[in-house]
């Protein structure tokens, strides 16, 4: 079956000055899915959002969106998608009601005021529904944010951060509204610094660095690629150093040592380490045990390990911010 992709890029690249914050970005997004698109500060992931939202245009390369081309089509690319920038940016002077009528309005809605208070009822916003935006928590104003972007129910969604700053119950109602979205056949491209929330909403990541696409796959495959993690808790603090080179002997990878909690732990990509071999191994070294335990690798590991966990320039982050425009959903 063929795959047909709501977001499609080849070798984008977009210069701030002498700062290249995209390198050649290749990115494929199958419709009805949720891509995580994780990377270091600096890598470059709002600016590629940016340049997928028609706020920027690229200085090379070319995509697709939503079946438009990226330049040459950017108005009707406008009007089948929807975005929700890093910071909330509904208006403070107006209610939360009157803020989901004002964009359903612009996006011409049918029946504003009822697409407003089926948003309201959705996203738990009835206290915000009749107070004006700037007495609102940041939690309430970033899901009025979230909500003012869904009224014309986009068929490719950027989430750039959307649940940066909520409690958990207001990140489980933006999870939900996510997994939601997928099961309408809502694209949804989501960047977030939550790893645990691309792990769990992510149908497939891709790892940005330098301005790049350097790693693709399921979490799953994604994990696959790094190994297991190892770790042993000692006994005696003093045996710490010794639980670290038998680990460094046994997998070739240097671990990392937690004094504190009398804790090492290293990412071993060999197949053959299993429990009883590690254990074995810290007992003839005579390190004292109080535990060990080999699981699979959590997308924290995946992040450092393929991606050094650091930008390749901090100022492509400033440069991401600096003169963006994070308004909703762009009128044609």
Same mark, same amino acid.
């Given at each position: 079956?063929?795959?047909? =992709?709501?977001?499609?890029?080849?070798?984008?690249?977009? +210069?701030?000055?002498?700062?290249?914050?995209?390198?050649?970005?290749?990115?494929?997004?199958?419709?009805?899915?949720?891509?995580?698109?994780?990377?270091?500060?600096?890598?470059?992931?709002?600016?590629?959002?940016?340049?997928?939202?028609?706020?920027?245009? *690229?200085?090379? @390369?070319?995509? +697709?969106? $939503?079946?438009? &081309?990226?330049?040459?089509?950017?108005?009707?690319?406008?009007?089948?998608?929807?975005?929700?920038?890093?910071?909330?940016?509904?208006?403070?002077?107006?209610?939360?009601?009157?803020?989901?009528?004002?964009?359903?309005?612009?996006?011409?809605?049918?029946?504003?005021? $009822?697409?407003?208070?089926?948003?309201?009822?959705?996203?738990?916003?009835?206290?915000?529904?009749?107070?004006?935006?700037?007495?609102?928590?940041?939690?309430?104003?970033?899901?009025?944010?979230?909500?003012?972007?869904?009224?014309?129910? *986009?068929?490719?969604?950027?989430?750039?951060?959307?649940?940066?700053?909520?409690?958990?119950?207001?990140?489980? +109602?933006?999870?939900?509204?996510? #997994?939601?979205?997928?099961?309408?056949?809502?694209?949804?491209?989501?960047?977030?610094? =939550?790893?645990?929330?691309?792990?769990?909403?992510? &149908?497939?990541?891709?790892?940005?660095?330098?301005? #790049?696409?350097?790693?693709? @796959?399921?979490?799953?495959?994604?994990?696959?690629?790094?190994?297991?993690?190892?770790? $042993?808790?000692?006994?005696? $603090?003093?045996?710490?150093?010794?639980?670290?080179?038998?680990?460094?002997?046994?997998?070739?990878?240097?671990?990392?040592?937690?004094?504190?909690?009398?804790?090492?732990?290293?990412?071993?990509?060999? *197949?053959?380490?299993?429990? *009883?071999?590690?254990?074995?191994?810290?007992?003839?070294?005579?390190?004292?045990?109080?535990?060990?335990?080999? +699981?699979?690798?959590?997308?924290?590991?995946?992040?450092?390990?393929?991606?050094?966990?650091?930008?390749?320039? &901090?100022?492509?982050?400033?440069?991401?911010?600096?003169?963006?425009?994070?308004?909703?959903?762009?009128?044609?």
């Amino acid at each position: 079956m063929t795959t047909t =992709y709501a977001v499609l890029s080849e070798g984008l690249e977009k +210069r701030f000055g002498t700062v290249r914050a995209l390198r050649g970005l290749d990115l494929a997004v199958p419709e009805g899915t949720v891509c995580g698109l994780l990377g270091p500060n600096g890598a470059g992931k709002t600016t590629a959002v940016r340049l997928l939202t028609t706020l920027l245009r *690229p200085d090379a @390369g070319s995509a +697709r969106v $939503a079946g438009h &081309d990226l330049v040459r089509e950017a108005a009707a690319v406008r009007r089948l998608i929807g975005v929700t920038g890093q910071y909330a940016s509904v208006d403070g002077d107006l209610t939360g009601r009157q803020n989901l009528r004002l964009f359903a309005r612009l996006h011409r809605v049918r029946d504003a005021a $009822a697409r407003a208070d089926e948003l309201l009822d959705r996203f738990g916003l009835a206290e915000a529904a009749d107070r004006p935006a700037v007495t609102l928590s940041g939690g309430l104003r970033r899901r009025l944010d979230l909500a003012a972007s869904l009224v014309r129910r *986009p068929e490719v969604l950027f989430l750039d951060e959307p649940t940066t700053g909520l409690d958990p119950a207001g990140r489980n +109602r933006v999870w939900e509204t996510v #997994r939601a979205l997928k099961a309408d056949g809502t694209t949804v491209l989501l960047t977030t610094q =939550y790893l645990e929330e691309a792990d769990r909403l992510a &149908d497939d990541i891709a790892l940005v660095d330098r301005g #790049r696409v350097a790693h693709t @796959g399921s979490p799953a495959e994604l994990k696959a690629l790094v190994g297991t993690y190892a770790q $042993a808790v000692v006994a005696d $603090a003093d045996a710490l150093v010794r639980a670290a080179g038998v680990l460094d002997r046994l997998t070739g990878a240097e671990p990392v040592l937690d004094h504190e909690r009398r804790t090492v732990g290293v990412v071993s990509t060999d *197949p053959t380490l299993t429990l *009883p071999r590690l254990v074995r191994e810290l007992d003839a070294a005579g390190v004292p045990l109080a535990d060990a335990s080999l +699981r699979p690798p959590t997308l924290d590991d995946v992040f450092l390990r393929l991606t050094g966990g650091t930008g390749s320039d &901090d100022r492509n982050d400033r440069n991401d911010r600096n003169g963006s425009d994070d308004g909703k959903e762009l009128v044609a």
